[in-house]
């Protein structure tokens, strides 16, 4: 032992004192899988030095076999592996602070409610720190491969917002985890049989030997393995049961619910692997950051290689977690190696094939296991069209939409569905896209919709717009937006509609270029609309032009937009309408015309130039009203 004045007290990350009190208080129903954490790290370790031993075997020394020891000592569990260890600069960055920075994020999401933050806890991984929901103090003593006795470290830490370190020497290579269990609730895993149990339930597959002394019989005293030790992966199918698949899950996706579904495949040929994907039944809570983690792990000849194998799964998947474990790369691939590589290639495209195919089944035989997995991953599916050309269609007919033939929010209409029920002459499939539901689905652009009941999906989250900007046909049939510009009903406006249109909008020349005039650079144009029904007025968009709550979410995010210019439809049947006709008042008339524009743009979710000038302007004509109500008058014919 070194002399206490070299023992340094160093403060945790505030990120780490915050974690710690939310685990201790959150995870006391579910204590026991702090084990699960200690021996997957432990496991990690192993990995990490098998890998770097394969180009540097001194690394190893005369201590080759990698293996994790549990013990039990009085008040104190010790977990015990003789991996990659950690050096006083490593321990510092792994065990006092957070380093992964979606981690951080996680931080910021959190609202203060426990019983909400405790459920997040879960999704992302508890690891080193859960010791501390069983311990009151934790010691690590770590010595890294490579380094001689003198170089070890030791770490200890109550868990209350700092630690201590100091040097010291040790015997072997690895990191030794000693928990004291002074807690009275604690006091369950000072039993052997406890600790054998827990091991079987959640790291039965780990790949090391996980060994305990026996406490009885002729072998007593002597190391005995405790786990299987074959990686689950290279087991046949028939010889895994659901729980042991579901335990892995949990072990390599750290989360703590069961997967949804899993798919399990031996590949034989040209070339030979072992694929293991899972379906998580919840999303991380950094699912959106397109960039993150990929949580697909590499192998190579049961060799673990890297984390996040980015390459062998697509972006647009990046919710799927498990492994590839190939036998044809070489044990030395880099990342760098693996970006363009054909066998990864051809892993990959093979991967989304089987994964796609499982989404399939499990839409067909379990629709209401589908729509919980649409509610979760559908928006980041939604990509796949776009960046998958070769699977487009098949990816287009695993989403899902809401319609104005279905009136409610969950989405459950397929693209076949679609079209199977549209209508004799109707040859494009027609959406709306807008802010939320309501939205879309009161936009007063479908109106002719609804009175020719033609079906229009209704799209309201923020992929959508961006996904139908780059697909343009299902199935032999185009899409079409009911706010576009060009709205082209083809033959489901007949021939006398259309004339009639025609006539119409010869009549309302005068009436569309005074409106103009009004408005000037704010639109793009003023038309007599044949969508509209019942509403005065809306916004509608060139093909090319982002629709106004597009506009504001890009202006939110940060974006400097020019503004599109929209073009303004007035339903020229509508009572408010027909007064402007008549309207000789030149400030009442503009007023009126400015309303029609401002309603329809927030109708759109689109945002006001100038919110405080729309409201003193409606507050003005309102008081006009009730003004002329008092006296008699009608405004409004
Ligand atoms: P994670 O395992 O998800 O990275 P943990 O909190 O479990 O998060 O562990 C944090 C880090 O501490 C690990 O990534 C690893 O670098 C280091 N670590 C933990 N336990 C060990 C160990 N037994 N041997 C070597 N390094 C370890
Ligand atoms: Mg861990």
Redesign the pocket.
Known sequence: MSATAEKKTHEFQAEVTQLLKLMVHSLYSNQEIFLR?LI???S??CDKLRFQALSDDSLLGDDPDLKIRIDFNKKKLTIT?N????NAE?IVE??GTIAKSGTKEFFHSLTGDQAKDSQMIGQF?V???SSFIVADKVTVT?RAAGESADQAVIWESDGQGSYTLEETTKDTR??E?TLHLNKEAAKEFLEEFRIRNIVKTYSDHIGFPIEMKASEGDNKGEWQTVNKVSALWTLQKKDISKEEYKEFYKHIA?DFEDPQDWIHNHVEGKQSYISLFYIPKRAPFDLMERDKRHGIKLYVKRVFIMDDAEHLMPTWLRFVRGLVDSDDLPLNVSREILQGNKLIDTIRAASVKKILGMLERMAKKNPQEYAEFWKNFGHVLKEGPVEDFKNRDQILRLLRFSSTHEDNAVPTVTLDEYVERMQEKQDKIYYIAAENFNAAKNNPALGIFREKGIEVLLMYERVDEWMMSHISEFDGKHFQSATSTELDLGDLAGKEEKQAQEKVEEQHKGLVERMKEVLGDDVNEVKVSSRLTDAPSCIVQGAYDMSMHMQKILKTAGHDMPSGKPTLEINVDHALVKRLNNEKDDDRFADWVRLLFEQAVLAEGGELGDPYAFVERLNKMLSELSNAGESGRIIVE
């Open positions: 954490e997957s790290n432990a990690d370790a592996d991996g990659i260890g950690m490593q792994h065990l991984g690891g080193f720190y770590s690895g990191t985890i750290h």
